[in-house]
Structure formats: C-alpha cells, structure tokens
C-alpha cells in the first residue's frame, strides 16, 4: 500500500476533471438549480469546529426544507432535535458550511458550499411555523458554490430502487447546458449517459 501524501501524487492518481464536471459550478442559486432545491425534502449539513466536523441530517416538506430567499442565500429552518446543537455551535465558531440535497427517485445530489449565521427572533421565525409551532432559530446561509453531483454513487448503492423518478426536474444534461450557454450537455448527453454509466459505475 503506498500512501498518498502531496497533492501532486493525488493529481497524478486521478488525472484532469472533464469539463462536465468543473464547467457546472455556479456562484449563486440559478433557476435550474433552485428547482432541484425546492425539490428536495432532505439534506446533509456539514459543519467544522475546534472539536472536529459534523454532519446533521435535515428533513422538511419539499420547498420548505431550505426557502431561496434570493439567488445568492438560504434560509433553513432549524426544526425539533435532539438540542446537541452540534452544527449551530459549530457555525457561530466558523461559518463555513456544505450542504448535500437529495431528492427521491433522483440521481442527482445538489451541494452548496459557504458560509452561514444564525438568526433568531419572532419575526425572522414566524414565516416557517408549521402547525403553529416555529423552528428555533434560522440558519441563513449565503451561497458561494452550487453544483450537482452525478448519480454513480446512487446508482452503486441502489439508494432509489423502486422510488419513483420525480417529474418535470432538470436532467443532468440540462443542468449543464444551462450553465456552459449549450457547449456541454444537453439532450445528446443525456441519451449517452446510461451507457457511460454502467461502464464507468465500478
């Protein structure tokens, strides 16, 4: 076993990134994007603090789970737990955040990555009550990176089988070609990618 240690050697290992997968990267929350958001009924927060990382999942009714504000920040409601408050601690310490949104029966992860705070009070809070109940604080998060992570990983685990596939969403295809002006992706893309798939999954 030989343990790899600079960047480098890394590099060396894995090669250059095609452009599918650095061309999708956005600054802020486009309207493709955001439909996949609202889209989402959970998502995974990574958080950092002194002590280490956190990973805390999130569940909420679709649309309601993060709320765009505008194309550049997130609002998410932080509902009943267990009051660890691991990643709120983690936040007023460091704001930096990654979030990964998964939508059943989708192949495709939405990660946002940046930076967030905490706010609380009747009127930031009182917008996200559910059955007169509202969430305890808000994390407000402002979005530097949003992209989509292809559906090997859910295809391997099998995490979606038997779900079915959620209508009307961007595909892989379009997301690219929404975010490339029509050079990467499109329908060609799409038709291909089942069979780049299965000889790529492993």
């Known amino acids: 076993m030989s343990r790899i240690e600079t960047l480098e050697a890394l590099e060396a290992l894995y090669g250059t990134p095609v452009a599918a997968a650095t061309r999708k990267v956005a600054d802020r929350v486009t309207p493709a994007y955001g439909r ?14 002194p002590e280490g ?14 709320r765009i504000a505008d194309p550049r920040t997130l609002l998410l409601p932080d509902r009943m737990g267990n009051n660890r408050i691991d990643s709120l601690r983690n936040v007023v310490r460091d704001p930096r955040v990654a979030l990964m949104f998964l939508i059943p029966g989708h192949g495709n992860a939405v990660r946002v990555n940046g930076r967030a705070h905490i706010e609380a009070g009747e009127g930031a809070l009182a917008p996200f009550a559910v059955g007169g109940k509202a969430p305890r604080s808000l994390l407000v998060v402002s979005v530097e990176e949003v992209y989509f992570q292809c559906s090997r990983a859910m295809m391997r685990s099998g995490l979606w089988s038997g779900a079915p596939e959620p209508q009307g969403l961007p595909s892989a295809g379009e997301l690219l070609a929404d975010m490339t002006a029509g050079e990467v992706g499109g329908e060609a893309y799409d038709a291909a990618w089942p069979a780049r798939a299965a000889q790529s999954l492993w």
């Open 36 to 49: 996949l958001i609202a889209a989402a009924p959970f998502l995974a927060l990574a958080t950092v603090g």
């Open 53 to 66: 990382v956190d990973v805390s999942p999130r569940g909420d009714r679709a649309g309601e789970l993060a």
